[in-house]
Each structure stands twice: as structure tokens, then as C-alpha cells.
């Protein structure tokens, strides 16, 4: 990548303090023992490229979007986060893997209102693996919306750390009202996001598949 394109790159708001950081760094380095200063450069570019925020624009139609850049994971049936009131109930997950090179803000898949938030802390498994969904520290959101014919939904979003990531950032509240495609928080660096869709949802992607928040559908309601 070229130095002056990272110049025209959009910044989530959350990056500017890692990216100043990293530059202070990478600038004493130089001063003190060049050779270091240029070794160290890679990394100071990819703190900037990792807080990218680039504009995204959903889909029409209703289908809900993906909350994040990544790649999908098996698609298993699993009970939401107790802490958010919705049963025990198994539903269809579907989990997107981030890594440390995607962009890591988060999208609200489907236009709503934010019914429950619940954080639990925990540890801090590979994002990849399937217990990092119940052990992890994870933000839990659950979303109400109207679905075929007015039919009031419901459905959770969970923001989970994985092995390098100590931070979660979530920016709604409750009762809050989101349309799809609006940025809600990010997490810092390398993560999971997981769906818990309603009943009567039809998956629209495949394990393995690349996905991107905000752009890709991953599962609608036929009539």
C-alpha cells in the first residue's frame, strides 16, 4: 500500500489514540536508531490500517447484513446468551471470524430497536474456536424488528473477544432505535461476532464463505 493512500483511508474514532501511539513509537525509534525506525514501520502501518473505516452501503431488500468483515464459521444450533432473557431455546448461529488484517467495526444488521445489552466478562480463547461463544468475554445485544407481515422478531448480536483482543466497544443503549448498516462499536484486535437468528430465518451463506458487514446478506425471511 501506498504511504499516501493510507492518508485518504477513513478512521473509526477509536483508532486516533493507537495510530498516535504507534507513529510516537515508530518516530523515537528513527531518531535513536534508524534501522529500527524503518524495521518497526510495518507495524505502525498496519495500527492505521486496522482502525480503517470504510463507507459501506446495505443491500436493498430486508435481509439482515452482517455485522462484520470475516469469514464464516460452522453454523450450529446453540442456545443465545442467557444473560439476555430470550430461553434456552437452541437457535441457528451463524459466527464470523475476524483476524487481525479485516476491518473490525460492527454493523446492526436489520433496522430495529435495541431491547437488551448485557456484558459478561470472561477469557480470551481463539476467536475461531467454538467454546470461545460461551467462555469469552463477550456484549450481548438483543434486537426487536418487524418481520414478514409485521411479525414482531427478535434476535442477538454478541461481540466476543478472542486471543489478542481486551477491548470491546459497544455504542447503543436501550431502546435505542438503529437502522441496518449503522456502525455500533468495534473490538480490538482479532474477534468474533455472533447471530442468533429468530424463528422462520433462512440462511443465506455457507461456512467458509467471506462475508462483509453492512453489504453481505446472511439471512432473510421467505414468505
Not at 483511508?9 to 486516533?16: A, L, M, N, T, V
Not at 414482531?152 to 431502546?175: F, H, M, N, P, T
Request: net charge positive.
Amino acid at each position: 500500500m501506498r504511504i499516501t493512500a493510507l492518508f485518504r483511508i477513513p478512521i473509526h474514532r477509536e483508532g486516533w489514540r493507537f495510530i498516535a501511539i504507534a507513529v510516537a513509537i515508530n518516530a523515537a525509534l528513527y531518531w535513536l536508531l534508524p534501522l529500527a525506525g524503518w524495521l518497526f514501520l510495518p507495524v505502525t502501518l498496519w495500527v492505521v490500517v486496522f482502525f480503517r473505516d470504510p463507507e459501506r452501503v446495505p443491500p436493498a431488500g430486508h435481509g439482515l447484513v452482517s455485522p462484520a468483515d470475516g469469514v464464516m464459521l460452522p453454523i450450529v444450533q446453540a442456545p443465545p446468551p442467557s444473560e439476555l432473557g430470550l430461553g434456552a431455546a437452541p437457535r441457528t448461529r451463524l459466527s464470523i471470524f475476524m483476524n487481525v488484517f479485516n476491518v473490525h467495526v460492527n454493523r446492526v444488521p436489520c433496522n430495529g430497536t435495541v431491547t437488551g445489552l448485557a456484558y459478561r466478562p470472561g477469557k480470551f480463547f481463539n476467536a475461531s474456536f467454538d467454546k470461545a461463544s460461551e467462555h469469552n468475554e463477550r456484549m450481548a445485544i438483543a434486537l426487536a424488528f418487524d418481520g414478514p407481515g409485521g411479525a414482531q422478531k427478535e434476535l442477538a448480536v454478541v461481540q466476543i473477544a478472542g486471543l489478542v483482543a481486551r477491548r470491546i466497544k459497544c455504542d447503543l443503549s436501550k431502546g435505542q432505535r438503529v437502522c441496518r448498516g449503522d456502525r455500533f462499536g468495534i473490538i480490538r484486535f482479532g474477534s468474533r461476532l455472533d447471530v442468533y437468528l429468530p424463528e422462520g430465518a433462512r440462511v443465506a451463506v455457507s461456512a467458509g464463505q467471506k462475508v462483509k458487514a453492512g453489504e453481505t446478506i446472511l439471512a432473510d425471511f421467505p414468505n
